[in-house]
């Protein structure tokens, strides 16, 4: 396949380069060096993907473009910065990053392929071997990362790049204080169970470009096995042993000598043993599929299974009260005795009404947006709370944000809200309040000053692009006033000034 800059002219092209600054343009040439050749697409940052040319070194690089710049690019500055650090064959390779004020951009690896996203809108869920090896080679790139005290903060199918060559690489770290190495590799977890079932088992709300995983009344995640037919059994545990949080996530360079182990096994599924890391990134050497060893186990449970009816009914004879064990696994067994769990209750949506929801829009706002609160709760996307424009993303010196505020009529124990927005990259947080101090201007400004925002001081929304979760709520507490706070503005449609519409928002609880 031809590359892309191939024989492609310089900057002494006879018509010079355009030069232009914000939105780029096609031909347009960045800090003299990185030509623009086509919009590829928007990332879920909301940050603009072009495929460009370095004219100096005359290779293909991948140019990735947020405007404005400065202080809204620092995040994506400092992971390019951070990344470029770890050169690993499983990582995408970070050239420059550059901030104009103006605009800022990364410039990394082009790589000609399809990331995994695509590859299986195309050809459907990966048989087990090609999905094994595709989260080794992300396991292994994570490993890299995790040794220098990074973490990526953006596994995700679409960050998952398949090169034309075969080669498996992990692009676009996005990391900030709120990710974890745990939050990488239980995203492994996902990448493998998106290959097996082309669904996707972490939190995307609304329109998102995933399929969401398969769940059963309870909400309890499918297996793959219980999916699709060829699905290994170690392979299926392995998944949802990631994907489960009350199961200890291993250690990065652990979960890659297991996922090398299985890979290299290549279909001879029957001899891999069972898992060889433990609980703390200990590793345990498998036990071979032996048919002795099968039978003599097999007859060890009988003899202990015939000790353990015997001793319950002496037990239950003598008289004496019992208690009842439960055993880690609890595989197979019955969970209706007294000392098993009670399930999680499942969250619900919590329906909300016009009357529930109001627009805060403290001094000097105008409020003439108010009857636009009906909008975000009447379950149609396609009409929203549109806020006005702004010079700035910040609202300026005007005021320190604008939001929706929530009354639920009395206090209710939450699990998380959901907020679908018009355009990506605008920055939100909960809040909560004792009151509603009145629906006026007056109102407004107490709210902003004496609502409190929840979770942690750099907590922020699960999700992507659009679409934002936010698991702020304390369990332990019940709320009946929250805000839904808008922070900063992302670049209006036509790029005249700042300004988002927020589509929909969901409340859940219990």
Known sequence: MTQVGEGHETAADADGPVMTFGAPTAGEILAERYQLEEHVNDDSAGRQVWRGVDVILRRPVAVVLRYPGGDSATEMLQAAVDASRVIHPNLVGVYDAIDEGSRSYVVREWVDGESLRELVAQEGPLDPGRATGIAHSIADALAAVHATGMVHGNVHPGTTLIADDGRVVLADARADSADSAEADLRRVGGLLYFALTAHWPHAEVGRSSLSDANRDASGNLAAPRQIRAGVPAYLDDLTMDLLDKRVQAPEADALAAEMARLD?????????????????????????????????VAALAVIALIGLVFGIRAITSSGKPTTNSTTQANAGGDTTGGGSEAPAPKPEQIKLTADMVRIVDPPPGDRSDSAEAKNVVDGNPDTAWETHRFNTAKFGNLKPGMGILINLGKPRTLSDIRVETSSPGAGMEIRSGTSDPGNSSQGDDKVAKDFKKLGEADAESKGDGTNRIFNVFDANTQYQYVLVWITELPPADNGDRFQVSVNEVQVWGY
Request: aromatic share 6%; glycine share 12%; no cysteine.
């Open 264 to 296: 290299s096994a290549d279909e001879e599924y029957e001899d891999v043993g069972p898992l060889r890391f433990a609980q703390g990134g200990t590793t345990t050497e498998p036990a071979r599929n032996n048919s002795k060893i099968i039978i003599g």
